[in-house]
């Protein structure tokens, strides 16, 4: 049974830092996309960020450029965002997301949800004013 479990998340105040993992099992996923999003209260799930299988490429949501940072260990099957400089308005749940096909590594991964096959089940991400 595949699984992605995050954690990491917390309170922090507006311009402290926290950095989310995803751990993997039940597959690898080295070949394979993975990403962030989260759904803040009262609002649609959204994209955060994503990289690909061998770290060539990564996109981000224009709110989180320059503040946030994706990054990945194949080895470990894991996926982290750091993330830095937080905004009241980064409270959210934080998913992770693992796309089922395998893609080249200088493609752009996808910010689509229906592009992602595998979920996890959210950490919560709290930041004060």
């Known amino acids: 049974q595949v699984q992605l479990v995050e954690s990491g998340g917390g309170l922090e105040q507006a311009g402290g830092s926290l950095k989310l993992s995803c751990a993997a099992s039940?597959?690898?996923?080295?070949?394979?996309?993975m990403g962030w999003f989260r759904r803040a209260p009262g609002k649609e799930r959204e994209f955060v960020a994503a990289v690909s299988w061998n770290s060539g490429s990564t996109h981000y949501t224009d709110s989180v450029k320059g503040r946030f940072t994706i990054s990945r260990d194949n080895a470990k099957n894991t996926v982290y965002l750091q993330m830095n400089n937080l905004k009241p308005e980064d409270t959210a749940v934080y998913y992770c997301?693992?796309?089922?096909?395998?893609?080249?590594?200088?493609?752009?991964?996808?910010?689509?949800?229906?592009?992602?096959?595998?979920w996890g089940r959210g950490t919560q991400v709290t930041v004060s004013s």
């Open positions: 997301a693992a796309d089922g096909t395998v893609a080249p590594g200088f493609v752009r991964p996808s910010a689509l949800r229906s592009a992602y096959d595998y």
């Open positions: 039940g597959r690898t996923f080295s070949s394979n996309a």
